[in-house]
């Protein structure tokens, strides 16, 4: 290999709330020759994630936030070009957490795993076969347990995660309701994801429609929202619910400490259980999640959508994007044609 | 039996928040001849609770509520003194809900279960040996689940709850903080309950203090209050911490929608479980607590403490007494002498 421009995204200042454009910078280094028993990857796919919002903020979060100045955190999927290291051959294609760039050039460690051949399309990787699928996967059986015929809700319901947990709770024979946020969306998760109901929580009537639609209340809520929407399926709760605290898209500041109705009284007279968690914290099961993932896709028991932007140049502004609630499945930026 | 009078404590209007001396009114009534297969209790000593509080409420609550003129529901331990059921006999102490009454005509069912013999005072039956000591048993160790050495934090911990959470999480070897209401109670809490630190949440310092005495973070929260002590708490808490709702005594009023922090965030950057729990939901459980509560006491391992009011005259001013904070202990009424 000889040194290469490498076009990059970095992060160069901290968003109040949701990041834009403007707290983004691309430029063009150039690449370090490979070294030791390194890999180099060409990323063909980025990702981009909700989770984005929390990863540059410096406010609490559950990992370090992204350095000023450097590279923009972000799942992308690629292929090898150049490896030092015995267990990765150029040509195979991997998935890691490589950041918004052209080229990454990773210890192994950095590599999640690599993509088993298979007839689905590599983009996959980094949703519903990535961390979207396992999040739903994991979140929605080993936290929110739900029995046949119990109701589980799902907020962020036509979302990479939601879409999944909604398909996923349907497979277990549950009620599905879908909370989503314009009638596009509803339609999508009626017709796409099948979910017995969805409900624009921007209607007027959304908590009375949310109520009809659950007529014995709610067992499971896969919660990526909290806020109002989640004020409102709280009221609805069975003894025994779970609430699955997987994320808080709703509130776009945390900083200025927002306040909602207290829900002690609640948890304690439903003996109910709200439980935050963390994909990552299954690692170790990511295989079993990959291989029921892969199964239900390939028959066309699960269903998913991607919405594909093109160049690096989109990245910027991809996540504020995703916060207006515009796109209709998962986002992923592709940067390289195979 | 001849027929005999009966005084009783009869709920005659409901109060907003905390019910006071006004809400009750006592009477007396003629005791109707036992039939059937009933059986016939002498009251000794009533308990007062916190509990009851939601149980004389309209707004929700996990029972329903005490009818208006109706005798108060109450947990109460008496003497068999007449009985036409098999399983009990004339001289055997018994508890169960006998309401706030001299005399309690029950059916067998509603006998909770016969007070074993041993050398505690039968008071305790109503305490740390009954509801409050199976309270704490089941909330620390199947909710909270504390490990050797971790934090475990109790709300109102001079309590007849919170000092037995504290004595078994200590013998569970962890580092135990309580937090209560004056300094009476802290000293209480480190000289009987030997909590490793006890702190007064009317400090102004309050939340200075906690975070003093939980170097390393709180694991388990033990949450009797919730309000603004729990808020303090949850700053503090751990990856993987558990919240126990096993109580709301500091908001006097839910039927105005409090509000206070969103938690949702918290929840999820930490991985956090918030759970609440009812005792009732272990009755088929309560011989194995009763049996490992027993061994404690008796050995020394769990102190406790009684305020023991006389005569049923002092039941309607009883609950506002409690919520008052001055009782340093498990209040019962004494009603009758053996």
Request: net charge neutral; charged share 20%.
């Amino acid at each position: 290999m000889t040194a290469c421009k490498n076009k990059q995204v970095l992060l160069i200042s901290r968003p109040k709330g949701i990041p834009t454009a403007d707290n983004f910078q691309i430029v063009e280094s150039v690449l370090p020759v490979i070294t030791r028993d390194q890999v180099l990857v060409r990323n063909i796919y980025l990702s981009v994630e909700p989770a984005m919002k929390g990863w540059v903020s410096a406010t609490e979060n559950y990992a370090e936030p992204v350095a000023l100045n450097s590279v923009m955190r972000s799942f992308a999927t690629g292929v090898v070009i150049d490896s030092l290291h015995p267990n990765f051959l150029p040509g195979e294609f991997v998935t890691g957490l490589f950041g918004w760039q052209e080229y990454a050039l990773v210890e192994a460690g950095v590599i999640d795993r690599k993509i088993a051949a298979h007839s689905l399309p590599i983009s996959t990787s980094l949703g519903v076969l990535g961390l979207n699928g396992m999040t739903a996967y994991f979140g929605l059986l080993d936290i929110g347990q739900p029995l046949s015929e119990e109701t589980v809700v799902v907020s962020t319901a036509a979302g990479a995660v939601g879409s999944c947990v909604g398909q996923i709770a349907k497979l277990k024979n549950c009620h599905t309701i879908g909370i989503t946020g314009s009638q596009e969306k509803v339609d999508l998760c009626r017709q796409l994801y099948q979910y017995d109901q969805a409900i624009n929580y921007n209607d007027e009537k959304f908590e009375k429609e949310l109520a009809q639609a659950c007529p014995k209340g709610i067992d499971v809520y896969f919660d990526n929202t909290g806020g109002i929407i989640s004020d409102a399926v709280l009221q609805l709760l069975n003894i025994g619910g779970r609430i699955v605290v997987c994320g808080t898209s709703s509130i776009s500041n945390w900083e200025e400490h927002p306040i909602g109705p207290r829900q002690e009284r609640k948890i304690l007279v439903n003996r109910a259980r709200m439980e935050g968690f963390l994909v990552f914290d299954y690692k170790e099961r990511y295989p079993e999640a990959l291989a029921a993932l892969t199964e239900w896709v390939s028959a066309g028991l699960i269903k998913y959508r991607e919405e594909i932007l093109c160049g690096i140049e989109k990245a910027p502004c991809s996540i504020s994007s995703l916060y207006r609630g515009k796109n209709l499945g998962k986002c992923l930026i592709q940067i390289y044609k195979i």
